[in-house]
Structure formats: structure tokens, C-alpha cells
């Protein structure tokens, strides 16, 4: 049974870090593309971060370009999202889902995913 379990949300202030982490069981998450996704309170779940199982490219929203970094631990079988200069408008639920389609980063919408995670709450307040 696919599973992707996130972890690392918390409470932080204006400017700090978090690191999430998604971890997969049941599958090889290096052979997915692995999004992360947000949803804020009253508004749409919205692409946030992805890389490819392809060849490894990273795609950002252009919101959090230069702040977030995504990257991958094949050996742990998890995705990370570093999150740096982190601001209020950056809370939100994050999911993360994975799909074995390479080009899926590309499509990049929440319906091009098919395994997602439970998601973690971010929540950046001083």
C-alpha cells in the first residue's frame, strides 16, 4: 500500500526555518515525482515545490523561489522541503504526493498527483 507520511510543520515567527519531510512506504518515492502542495484556510491547495523522477529537476512557485528548496533521499526514501525567510502569508496545511508519470511536475496540478500524504500544519506568527 502506497503511503506518504509528512512530518516537520510547527509554529515559527517571521523569518524563520522549517524543514518538512515526506517519507514513503509501499513504494520507491525516487521513481515518483514528488510535489508539495499547500492549502491555506479558505483558499485553493496550490503547487508549492516539485521534482521529477525523470531527471531531478525542481520547480517552484514563484512565491517561494530563492526561500524554498526541495530536495530528495533515495537512500530514506523521503522528500524534503527546506523552508527558509519564512512569512506569514506561508501558512497553510502542506501535503506532499507523489505520481509515477515523469512529466508530472510539469503539469504540476493537485489533479496530476495520485498518492498524497495526510498533510502538516505550518504556521508562521509572531
Known amino acids: 500500500q502506497l503511503q506518504l507520511a509528512e512530518s516537520g510543520g510547527g509554529l515559527v515567527q517571521p523569518g524563520g526555518s522549517l524543514r518538512l519531510s515526506c517519507a514513503a512506504s509501499?513504494?520507491?518515492?525516487?521513481?515518483?515525482?514528488t510535489g508539495w502542495f499547500r492549502q491555506a484556510p479558505g483558499k485553493e491547495r496550490e503547487g508549492v515545490s516539485c521534482?521529477?523522477?525523470?531527471?531531478?529537476?525542481?520547480y517552484y512557485a514563484d512565491s517561494v523561489k530563492g526561500r524554498f528548496t526541495i530536495s530528495r533521499d533515495n537512500a530514506k526514501n523521503t522528500v524534503y522541503l527546506q523552508m527558509n525567510s519564512l512569512k506569514p502569508g506561508d501558512t497553510a496545511v502542506y501535503y506532499c504526493?507523489?505520481?509515477?508519470?515523469?512529466?508530472?511536475?510539469?503539469?504540476?496540478?493537485?489533479?496530476?498527483?495520485?498518492?498524497w500524504g495526510q498533510g502538516t500544519q505550518v504556521t508562521i506568527s509572531s
Open positions: 504526493a507523489a505520481d509515477p508519470t515523469p512529466y508530472a511536475c510539469k503539469l504540476g496540478g493537485v489533479r496530476d498527483f495520485g498518492s
Open positions: 509501499g513504494f520507491t518515492l525516487a521513481y515518483y515525482s
Open positions: 521534482i521529477s523522477s525523470s531527471d531531478g529537476a525542481a
